[in-house]
């Protein structure tokens, strides 16, 4: 952010969301039906199966599309590669593995761009289509608002205790398949019912993206911390202290925006700012819509919890009870 603090924005009549709110995603007008949602991802391993770290980079990087609403379509692989330290046979897997999530999510790779380095990392340039009268961004939260999550946080905490290997194949195998999990169906449901906001929760983690909606919409946004989807382990995890660095950089980003119960565990607050990897949705539902909105995704079976609720602005933009 600060490096961008002397480069002039971009403006133009069709460009209809920019970086200024910091949204998931671009979105410039093509005519009045149509306008193309644009996002781009990419990051080193966070697990050591090399197809399963493609499957879940690819999914990380569609659901910034997923996030506003969109339909994805193309995507342009992103690879750096240490090739004089790495069998070519690892890169094939994860470009195997990216390539069928982004076949699931209906989009189709025309090409890419690949460069030495001395780390692998792999993401994708991901582009969308949505109507421009139905697009979903992070600013328009209303007070009144229910708030759900579809999915479990503490992606963070158990993938840093991979790394410390702290966790074990059962559980290493359930954030997996977690962090591959497209946003989806959620993510048409969320458009279906007239959703008022939405962002994805990923590096900064539910509180540092909750924040960007709170600031963006100008309300405040109380979480009802007892009612939070928890991975399992994920309290066991924080109070081992297995803190990616990235939690701590989001509290110090929330800081002085916040109001916590003295009363809310310390481990439940840490897993709050712990940074997800394709984390699920937050997102804001008029109340009027709420129950059927909670009906409908279980019908469909796709995760859900309500997790707060958006208020008038007041003293802070969050807080939890």
């Known amino acids: 952010m600060e490096a961008l603090e002397g480069v002039p924005p971009s403006y133009h009549e069709d460009l209809l969301v920019s970086f200024s709110t910091a949204d998931d995603a671009g979105v410039f007008r093509i005519n009045d039906r149509q306008a193309l949602v644009q996002t781009v991802d990419f990051f080193p391993p966070i697990v050591d199966d090399p197809y399963h770290f493609g499957r879940i980079a690819a999914a990380n990087a569609l659901s910034d599309i997923y996030a506003m609403g969109g339909r994805p379509l193309t995507a342009l692989n992103i690879v750096c590669f240490p ?66 999550l579809t999915k479990p946080l503490g992606t963070g905490l158990i993938t840093t205790g991979i790394k410390r290997n702290a966790v074990g194949p059962e559980l290493t195998a359930i954030v997996t398949a977690q962090m591959a999990q497209l946003n989806k169906k959620a993510s048409e449901l969320m458009v279906r ?58 509290r110090e980003f929330v800081e002085g925006h916040i109001s916590i119960l003295e009363t809310v565990d310390e481990n439940l607050v840490r897993v709050m700012f712990d940074p997800q990897t394709s984390g699920g949705l937050l997102i804001s539902i008029p109340e009027d819509r709420a129950e059927l909105f909670e009906q409908e995704l279980d019908k469909q079976n796709v995760f859900l919890q309500l997790i707060g609720q958006v208020e008038s602005l007041s003293e802070v933009h969050l807080k939890v009870q």
């Open 193 to 250: 019912f007239d959703a008022h906001a939405a962002t994805d929760i990923t590096g900064y983690g539910l509180l540092g993206h909750a924040l960007e909606m709170a600031r963006a919409s100008r309300v405040t946004i109380r979480f009802f911390s007892e009612m939070l989807p928890l991975m399992p382990e994920a309290l066991e995890l924080a109070e081992a202290e297995m803190i990616p660095a990235g939690a701590i950089a989001n």
């Open 83 to 148: 090739s004089d330290d790495m069998p070519v046979d690892i890169l094939t897997q994860v470009l195997r593995g990216g390539a069928e999530k982004i076949e699931e999510a209906g989009a189709v790779i025309i090409g890419g761009h690949s460069i030495k380095d001395k780390e692998l990392k792999y993401g994708i340039a991901a582009t969308g289509l949505i109507d421009p009268s139905k697009i979903i961004t992070n600013s328009h939260a209303r007070a009144g608002d229910r708030l759900f």
